[in-house]
């Protein structure tokens, strides 16, 4: 175990004085858990912080929970702890482009996770500058992604502001946390469950032992929702404009509430649980498992209804340029200005995104059936494929071919002359 009294001198010896002469303030980055609750205390104790815990919620908890985190982190000694609902601005914000770039990375992955750190940490990044925080506090480990998102936003977006890591910097083990927290008297169960779930409105991850692996699938039972639907069911998506607005002809008021129902619908079949192979910022492989029902009925739905009434190269550069923004989004890079720009190409792009998708749900799995919409593409009165067609005729089509084909045409003909003999 490591020592962690000789840690401490990471970081200066209390008391810290603020620029304005009285103790520093320091907004924490508070879920609950081991990492926070050790920062909250050591913060507190050991460096004589003024410290201001922040849980943001961005779907991922229901009232009770956020009670229960507001009463762990006041018992650690915080002088404030708030909470702050960025739900439906991160829908606002990151979500809408998601669907609207139909963004599965490397073909799987909702960026159930990536994309809420970013919501959160800029509602952190916020909070620190309206009460003129000195210091931000994070409880990432030195091992993954969320470090390098939440020191970036912070770095960006309030310059100047220490960002202090005690769990990073000191190297700690969970072991160290939970024996220090004792010492102090904590007496919170900090049993290690057997698999870590983050549950956010856009996908909930799981990790465990068969996921640092290279081979393996997770059981039934670590799946945070079990399948209890048998029978298959019929759903139909409404979009406008791109935007979910509708579930089996229900309308809402805002997208959020949409897609928390289409969840509540379409969980409890399985759909939406797979493991995704991904590579982190700082450059090594790892393997995480999701559920993300909603999510993913909503993005396969939403390009069903893209593929008839958008044009095959507004569809092409969508993909290029939707790929390009998960990726970026996934490493931390939100807040560069190109994102804006992709942003404005995909809100343009779904002008004409409008109509009903129907989903046909069976445990574990899904199928679409079609779509309906006044700008479909594939109206029969231009023609129907691979039968008749109403706006030209064959001769168009001879003459068409001999044009389209001709420079290739002519490229061969020069490079076929130019073989060596062979004597054959």
Known sequence: MKNTDNDRSTYPSPPQRGHGGGVKKVVL???????????????????????HSLTVNTGGFDETELQAIE???????????????????????????LVFGNVLKNATYPLSV??????QALAVANYAKAIKA??????????????VRFDMVFQILAPGVEIITPIRD??????????????????????????????????????????????????????????????????????????????NKNTFNHPVEAIQYLQTIAGPYGIGRDIHVGDTIIGIKGRVGFEAAAPILIIKAHHALEKHVLTKWQLSWKEQ??????????????????????????????????????????P????????????????????????????WTGDDVKGFTKIFGNQVAIYHQVTSSKLPDTGN
């Open 364 to 391: 574990y799995r899904y199928q679409i059936n079609g779509i309906q919409s006044d700008f479909d593409l594939m109206s029969a009165k231009f023609g129907k494929y691979g039968e008749m067609n109403l706006a």
């Open 321 to 362: 340029l939707s790929q390009f923004y998960g990726n970026w989004l996934h490493e931390g890079q939100y807040l560069d200005p190109v994102m804006r720009n992709i942003e404005a190409y995909l809100s343009d792009s779904q002008e004409n995104v409008t109509g009903e998708v129907s989903i046909t749900l069976h």
């Open 71 to 97: 009463k762990r982190a006041l018992s650690l000694g915080v002088k404030s702890h708030k909470t702050v609902d960025e739900t439906k601005n991160y829908y606002e914000k990151v979500i809408r482009f």
């Open 114 to 119: 990536s994309a809420e750190r970013m919501s």
């Open 29 to 51: 980055a508070f879920s609950g858990g081991l990492d926070t609750s050790y920062c909250g205390k050591y913060l507190t104790d050991e460096l004589g912080y003024e410290v």
């Open 134 to 147: 000195d210091a931000i506090a994070h409880g990432s480990t030195g091992a993954g992604n969320d470090q």
């Open 170 to 247: 000191m190297k700690l083990s969970r072991e160290a946390e939970i024996e220090y927290l004792k010492s102090k008297q904590i007496a919170f169960n900090f049993e290690k469950a057997k698999y870590s779930i983050n549950k956010g409105i856009w996908g909930t991850s799981v990790g465990g032992r068969e996921t640092l692996n290279s081979m393996g699938q997770l059981p039934e039972d670590a799946w945070p929702t079990q399948v209890t639907k048998k029978e298959s069911e019929e759903v139909k998506i409404g979009f406008e404009k791109g935007e979910l607005v509708s579930v």
